[in-house]
């Protein structure tokens, strides 16, 4: 059994982890609470069509990855152009929004403002003595100024997040926020001049790009990967919470799922850490649970909507600053099949909080209200509705969060034989992508020590 890899979660990253673990000629067992594999990129057959959990799209920027995951999706896969969209300033842009965009979108004395306040914040950042704040407020008008803080970032962030940029730390901006590509021209001609400093604190957003998807939508890939990790002898256990994970203070010792065969077992764990904290036997001590409850995921609500129409939009996906939702999608224009024929679906996403009006569903009217605003469609035409959840959707960078995770990841790094990651797992934000690989770097370092 010392070759034998305990993964806990069946997601992008847990499967991957699988995969990996298999190339190095490991065992593989792999426990997953749902009835299918994918976390928050499986599918969900409602009512007769496949609805996704947001947009969930193979790329093939990490090329090791997707040609695994393509080979396992076969004829199943389907390239799709890459066409999201923003409404801005009451018109429709691409997303991320590039220059034209920015000048379009802003009048002429606030383009102008939001300029100024840029270059007022590089020269600042450049030639004085200033010291950064800790809270997203602080680092948007860092990296943006003032004006354009004021502008663009500061009500959408508190809408959709519910806290307000003070009270998030300004490693949300780092890691969460992509740059705006438009106002990242200006900074490097600034750059140029030799006005601004370079940095790389933000990524950011693709603008042209070739998905992957399919006629049944995200559900393909994950499967595709299981059936794949199950043909090479992965043993995968669907239908498994994990609810108890033992160990000697020193070592994982075991799980719910027959601990005595665990004993000399490898461990990765892909599970929202609190959730993995609490299912320590032993429990860990008091200071380490309450990290643990300081640890914050923001909840997320899709309406899942079946339309009495052949097409609503022309792009993929598209974002709202000012609606009750913040995304759009349509996963047909991505060769989605939908039935009945003249039909399609959107994917309506709410960020919210457990048992409020959007997780109840309780917001319909109001959604169906905005999607008429916007000219999507109307009432009339909603054949049907459903809910899907997701209750650890985003990781809350919450001001100070980083004290408290850094005593969980201190306290979990005395087991040998664990490794804790991917978006829940890390509490962080990774793409599918990343996801992947931070699974499969889990498993490289715990089998090739």
């Not at 499967?15 to 067992?29: K, M, N, P, W």
């Not at 032993?282 to 380490?288: D, L």
């Not at 997320?300 to 000012?322: E, F, H, I, S």
């Not at 996963?331 to 003249?342: D, F, H, I």
Request: charged residues 20%; neutral net charge; contains cysteine.
């Amino acid at each position: 059994m010392a070759n034998h890899l305990t993964i806990l979660g069946g997601g992008p990253c847990g499967l991957y982890a699988a995969h990996t673990a298999l190339e190095l000629g490991a065992d593989v067992s792999l426990f997953e609470k749902e009835s299918q594999f994918g976390g928050l990129a499986a599918g969900h057959h409602l009512g007769g069509n496949w609805f996704d959990l947001g947009v969930h799209m193979l790329h093939a920027f990490d090329q090791e990855i997707f040609q695994t995951c393509a080979d396992a999706m076969g004829s199943e896969r389907t390239e799709v152009p890459l066409k999201s969209h923003i409404k801005w300033g009451g018109k429709i842009y691409h997303y991320p929004l590039r220059g034209r965009d920015i000048l379009a979108g802003i009048p002429p004395l606030t383009l102008a403002r939001c300029l100024a306040g840029l270059l007022v914040a590089e020269l600042q950042t450049r030639f004085s003595n200033f010291t950064p704040g800790d809270d997203a407020e602080s680092a948007l008008i860092e990296l943006y100024g003032d004006p354009l803080y004021q502008f663009f970032f500061r009500d959408f962030t508190h809408r959709y997040w519910g806290l307000h940029p003070r009270q998030l730390s300004a490693e949300f901006v780092r890691r969460k926020m992509p740059r705006l590509s438009a106002v990242d021209v200006f900074k490097n001609l600034l750059e140029k001049l030799h006005l601004a400093k370079p940095r790389d604190a933000t990524e950011g957003a693709l603008r042209f790009e070739t998905l992957h998807y399919s006629a049944t939508g995200s559900e393909t890939l994950p499967r595709s990967l299981a059936a794949s990790l199950q043909k090479r002898g992965a043993n995968l256990h669907p239908n498994s919470p994990v609810t108890k994970i033992t160990h000697d203070h020193q070592k994982i010792t075991g799980t719910n799922h027959s601990p005595a065969t665990l004993q000399n077992s490898l461990f990765i764990s892909t599970l929202p850490l609190p959730h993995l904290i609490r299912s320590l036997d032993p429990a860990p001590p008091a200071e380490i649970l309450a990290a643990a409850d300081q640890l914050r995921f923001k909840p997320m609500t899709v309406y899942a909507l079946l339309v009495k129409k052949d097409r609503c939009m022309d792009a993929l996906y598209t974002y709202y600053r000012d609606r009750i939702f913040h995304r759009v999608g349509e996963p047909k224009n991505a060769a989605l099949q939908v039935r009945p024929e003249g039909h399609t679906t959107l994917i309506v996403e709410t960020t919210c909080e457990i048992d409020d009006p959007k997780w109840s569903g309780q917001a319909l009217p109001r959604i169906l209200a905005d999607l008429q605003a916007e000219g999507l469609c109307t009432p009339d035409q909603i054949v049907s509705h459903h809910l899907i959840h997701a209750t650890h959707a985003y990781p809350i960078f919450a001001k100070g969060f980083e004290a408290h995770l850094e005593k969980i990841t201190t306290y979990l790094a005395k087991f040998s034989n664990l490794r804790t990651t991917g978006r829940q797992g890390a509490f962080t934000y990774p793409n599918m992508h990343s996801a992947m690989r931070m699974g499969s770097t889990a498993a490289t370092e715990l089998l090739t020590p």
